[in-house]
């Protein structure tokens, strides 16, 4: 499964942006996620949605925020991003692995990633 992540840009803090991740292959068999990576820092977890959509975990930085959702029939990943913060940059990465959780290692795949950048 190849992914490629799209939808980042620059906004001002308080403003939306939604990012999209599409796959080449059928994601329906795997746990998706989205994780993000500021600049000088660790890759860290934000959002992770189970195969039918039906189980989904955040970040404590971003719960009630951030809304990750998908769409088997298109192969797609979303993640819905409101209420921006200057601290929410990052390159943001799309991943997809047989299990659902918060760590890097879980996940097999994984796209190139998209800039965010929130200014204050």
């Known amino acids: 499964v190849q992914l490629q992540a799209s939808g980042g840009g620059l906004v001002q803090a308080g403003e939306s942006l939604r990012l999209s991740c599409a796959a080449s292959?059928?994601?329906?068999?795997?746990?998706m996620a989205w994780f993000r990576q500021a600049q000088g820092k660790e890759r860290e977890f934000v959002a992770t949605?189970?195969?039918?959509?039906?189980?989904?975990s955040y970040a404590v930085s971003v719960k009630g925020r951030f809304t990750i959702s998908r769409d088997n029939e298109k192969n797609m990943v979303s993640l819905q991003m409101n209420s921006l913060k200057p601290e929410d940059t990052a390159v943001y990465y799309c991943?997809?692995?047989?299990?659902?959780?918060?760590?890097?290692?879980?996940?097999?795949?994984w796209g190139r990633g998209t800039q965010v950048t929130v200014s204050s």
């Open positions: 949605i189970s195969w039918t959509g039906s189980s989904t």
């Open positions: 991943a997809a692995g047989p299990f659902v959780g918060d760590a890097s290692h879980e996940y097999v795949y």
């Open positions: 292959g059928r994601i329906s068999d795997y746990g």
